[in-house]
Nanobody
Framework: QVQFVESGGGLVQPGGSLRLSCAAS????????MSWYRQAPGKERELVAG?????????FYADSVKGRFTISRDNVKNTVYLQMNSLKPEDTAVYYC???????????WGQGTQVTVSS
């Protein structure tokens, strides 16, 4: 059974940083590209960042987070990370991880982790 467990969210002031983690199980992690998505209240889920499965570790970032967020992965720990710096109030959302580079490959979304950026 495919499972994603996101963690690391919280309340942070504008300009602050958070590091999100997503522990994945139920599939061979190293074979899959991984991505982070987010969903703000009243808005559709949007793609934030992606990282390929290849040794090249090709990365993708949405324009809104480019230069501030960094995606990485640890294939031994079956975990994908999202380092978020210079956070803005508009980054407030529930963050999810999922297989796939620019489109989800599974339907089994985790519970997500809430990120709130507010003073």
């Amino acid at each position: 059974q495919v499972q994603f467990v996101e963690s690391g969210g919280g309340l942070v002031q504008p300009g602050g940083s958070l590091r999100l983690s997503c522990a994945a199980s139920g599939f061979f992690f190293g074979d899959y590209a991984m991505s982070w998505y987010r969903q703000a209240p009243g808005k559709e889920r949007e793609l934030v960042a992606g990282i390929s499965s290849s040794r090249l570790l090709t990365k993708f970032y949405a324009d809104s987070v480019k230069g501030r967020f960094t995606i990485s992965r640890d294939n031994v720990k079956n975990t994908v990370y999202l380092q978020m710096n210079s956070l803005k109030p508009e980054d407030t959302a529930v963050y999810y991880c999922m297989t796939g580079f620019k489109a989800p490959l599974h339907n089994d979304w985790g519970q997500g982790t809430q990120v709130t950026v507010s003073s």
